[in-house]
């Protein structure tokens, strides 16, 4: 699948209400989304043939609209069934789920509150965000330059297509220098996320994050944090500056793509893969298979 542009691929998206076939799906180039970043969108996977949390997704979905300054002319319940519905039409159990949201071309120019609200949702086989066999052993992050900044300048609440700018130049960066991802800290020198990925240390059996005040309170985050919880480790939410990490025995990330991924080194600081990121990876593998009733 790799090899396949993404506009090549077979099968439907659905579009503004509708399923249209794959290679149909466009915009105009001048739609507003593309040029002003106006656009929202979701990440979220299926399992089994069931979309993990997708209630939750499609919430956050329409508050990242709200904050953008638009209203998604989708209820709720409609964006839900039209996923599951289009998950059933692609005929995939496992697969990757992307709704994206956008102010369309009917005006141009920083301004347009008139502009048409679209909606579209993609799905597709997406295996694993990061290679199989570096995920086994940790993957390698490197530092990187750009920080996620003050949230008094952006709606860092949001899922919003601009916030991830950054992110792409950093996650290039990253790749061209043989890492896997990069760690990026926020505008006050604070250990923050990964690029697409929120982040976990461990150490003397504590788990140790970010508080997420200026980044997403991610979902597949608080799904972790529960599961932690459940085994009976304890989560300590706080500031973390980066030399910290000097004195953390093991690290993770999650993310929907991400899942949980265990973490070898970040720059000049090495990490192990131990038995609580074992744990968790396997809860929570566990934890977003369907519950498939007894016959």
Not at 126 to 144: C, N, Q, T, V
Not at 150 to 174: F, N, Q, V, W
Request: glycine share 8%.
């Amino acid at each position: 699948m790799a090899s396949v542009p993404f506009d090549q691929l077979e099968g439907e998206i659905w579009y503004n209400g509708e399923f249209v076939p794959w290679q149909d799906a466009k915009l105009h180039v001048l739609s507003h989304g593309l040029h002003y970043a106006s656009s929202v969108f979701e990440g979220e996977r299926a399992y089994g043939g069931v979309i993990f949390k997708l209630r939750e997704h499609t919430e956050r979905l329409h508050k990242s609209a709200k904050l953008l300054g638009f209203e998604i002319p989708y209820s709720v319940e409609e964006i839900d069934d039209a996923c599951n519905e289009l998950l059933k039409r692609q005929g995939f159990e496992d697969a990757y789920v992307r709704p994206v949201a956008w102010r369309g071309s009917e005006m141009m120019g920083v301004s347009a509150q008139h502009n048409r609200i679209n909606l579209a949702i993609a799905i597709w086989q997406w295996p694993s965000y990061f290679k199989p066999e570096e995920r086994l052993k940790g993957i390698r992050l490197d530092m990187a330059k750009y920080r996620r900044p003050d949230p008094r300048t952006i709606p860092s609440e949001s899922k919003a297509a601009g916030l991830y700018m950054i992110c792409t130049l950093s996650k290039h960066e990253a790749e061209s220098k043989g890492y896997a991802d990069s760690l990026m800290l926020d505008w006050r020198g604070r250990v923050a996320e990964a690029t697409g990925a929120n982040i976990f240390f461990v150490k003397d059996g504590v788990i140790h994050t970010p508080t997420p005040d200026c980044f997403l309170d991610g979902i597949t985050r608080r799904t972790v944090i529960d599961l932690a919880r459940k085994r009976g480790y304890e989560i300590v939410e706080r500031a973390i500056m980066p030399e910290e990490m000097e004195d953390f025995e093991e690290c993770f990330l999650t993310g929907t793509a991400a899942e949980v991924t265990p973490v070898s080194e970040i720059g000049p600081y090495r990490f192990s893969v131990g038995e609580i990121t074992t744990n968790l990876v396997n809860d929570y593998m566990k934890a977003v298979q369907p519950v498939r009733e007894a016959a």
